[in-house]
């Protein structure tokens, strides 16, 4: 339902994004996903 609402571009995706990492943190944003209730994260976005 989410990936349909993006495509139908009724949404844009860049404001779902919640917490960044880079590449050599993703134990980190591993971490931060998992406890995403406590963390409030959205959706995490690692970057190289």
Do not use: C, W
């Amino acid at each position: 339902m989410l990936l349909k609402t993006v495509q139908s571009r009724r949404i844009d995706p860049k404001k779902l994004i919640t917490h960044r990492f880079k590449l050599d943190k993703i134990l980190d944003a591993y971490e931060t996903f998992g406890n995403a209730a406590k963390t409030q994260a959205l959706k995490v976005i690692i970057e190289a």
